[in-house]
């Protein structure tokens, strides 16, 4: 009797450990005390052998404001751990902001400027495939509008005209004779927010055979000590040779002086041209067939001011954009062809006489 109870005792004893560790083992209880979480796998290292996806765009700084990404504070422990999102997953791209209007710009339908680029002139780098190969820096569809021979009455403010109508900008090769000449046209070149190099004194060849290299270098440090002179301040260290004629020992001095120098890629012969309508189509012919390229024009000319609207028209309707070349540094110019210049021009000094010791009514 004792040996049943004793049985019957132990089986009961058996059963509640069974029923417990049932109970804390595998009771809802205890999946809900689990943690939610999982340890992340560590990232794989890329084998010395495997090539970046990486491409060009990559390596683009987005210049546009990038719009606020949606607010996303509301609790994980509201949603269903399937709809969550897997951090293993890249965050979809939110569009860019539209590009703003063009501050200050009239027409919101203007050419513009599509881009600014700043130029090192250290060592005088050439741009324009006519000379120079190796800074090619325009992609398909930009141009870069430049004019040569200026200021000149009527033509020059002509030519800025267009250009602010587009509001657009250009590089501008003054001759120094030209610039003393009509200083105050000049500095409207400048104040509209142009690039102002230079072009020689006296648009002399400086590739001519009679032609010395210290008439040369006196050439093209006396032209930009009168852009300076009509402007009152530095001027942009940028040239471009008469009939682009480069010498040698010219390329050289220029480099030394960390001038940069100016080809083009493709030249309007507008000084050949019989009319207006003969320089646009010759630009645009050639525009078309290159895709790209420097534009030599000369603000000089009467029917290049006359063509200028319509080629803009033209350049942008064939979706064409500008780029803007500044440089990064202004030319100190040199003080001997500075004062030599004021000297040579024999400049009026103010006189000390009284007024009228200098002016006096004789009939009235």
Same mark, same amino acid.
């Given at each position: 009797m004792r040996s049943a109870l004793g049985v019957m005792l132990a089986s009961a004893?058996?059963?509640?450990? *069974?029923?417990?560790?049932?109970?804390?083992?595998?009771?809802?209880?205890?999946?809900l005390a689990a943690p939610d979480t999982v340890s992340a796998r560590l990232a794989e290292r890329l084998t010395p052998t495997a090539k970046s996806t990486r491409t060009l765009a990559d390596e683009v700084e987005v210049t546009a404001t990038i719009a606020a990404r949606p607010s996303t504070v509301a609790s994980s422990a509201a949603l269903p751990s399937a709809a969550l999102p897997s951090a293993a997953l890249p965050s979809p791209a939110l569009p860019a902001a539209p590009l703003q209007p063009k501050a200050g710009c009239a027409n919101a339908d203007a050419l513009g400027v599509s881009r600014v680029v700043e130029i090192d002139t250290t060592?005088?780098?050439?741009?324009?495939?006519?000379?120079?190969?190796? *800074?090619?820096?325009?992609?398909?569809?930009?141009?870069?509008?430049?004019?040569?021979?200026?200021?000149?009455?009527?033509?020059?403010?002509?030519?800025?005209?267009?250009?602010?109508?587009?509001?657009?900008?250009?590089?501008?090769?003054?001759?120094?004779?030209?610039?003393? =000449?009509?200083?105050?046209?000049?500095?409207?070149?400048?104040?509209?927010?142009?690039?102002?190099?230079?072009h020689t004194w006296s648009h002399a060849n400086l590739n001519g055979k009679k032609m010395t290299e210290q008439q040369?270098?006196?050439?093209?440090?006396?032209?930009?000590?009168?852009?300076?002179?009509?402007?009152?301040?530095?001027?942009?260290?940028?040239?471009?040779?008469?009939?682009?004629?480069?010498?040698?020992?010219?390329?050289? =001095?220029?480099?030394?002086?960390?001038?940069?120098?100016?080809?083009?890629d493709l030249d309007s012969f507008d000084f050949r041209a019989k009319d207006a309508a003969q320089i646009v189509n010759t630009v645009m012919t050639k525009l078309d067939k290159q895709g790209k390229g420097i534009i030599l024009m000369h603000d000089f000319q009467k029917h290049t001011a006359e063509a200028l609207p319509t080629l803009l028209g033209?350049?942008?309707?064939?979706? =064409?954009?500008?780029?803007?070349?500044?440089?990064?540094?202004?030319?100190?110019?040199?003080?001997? =062809?500075?004062?030599?210049?004021?000297?040579?021009?024999? *400049?009026?000094?103010?006189?000390?006489?009284? *007024?009228?010791?200098?002016?006096?009514?004789?009939?009235?």
């Open positions: 004893v058996s059963l509640v450990v *069974l029923v417990a560790v049932w109970f804390w083992t595998y009771s809802p209880r205890a999946v060592g005088g780098p050439g741009f324009g495939f006519e000379h120079f190969k190796q *800074l090619d820096f325009l992609t398909d569809k930009e141009v870069v509008l430049t004019f040569d021979d200026g200021p000149w009455p009527g033509n020059t403010p002509a030519v800025l005209k267009a250009l602010a109508d587009e509001c657009t900008k250009a590089v501008f090769f003054p001759i120094g004779k030209h610039a003393t =000449y009509h200083p105050e046209i000049l500095r409207q070149v400048a104040a509209a927010g142009h690039a102002v190099g230079a040369a270098k006196d050439e093209v440090e006396k032209g930009f000590s009168a852009v300076k002179l009509a402007l009152g301040a530095a001027p942009s260290p940028f040239f471009r040779f008469p009939q682009l004629q480069h010498g040698p020992a010219a390329v050289a =001095y220029l480099g030394s002086r960390n001038v940069a120098i100016f080809s083009c033209r350049l942008k309707a064939g979706g =064409y954009k500008v780029v803007q070349m500044r440089a990064k540094a202004s030319l100190q110019t040199l003080a001997e =062809y500075d004062e030599g210049l004021v000297k040579d021009m024999k *400049l009026p000094t103010v006189s000390a006489r009284a *007024l009228s010791n200098v002016v006096q009514t004789v009939a009235q």
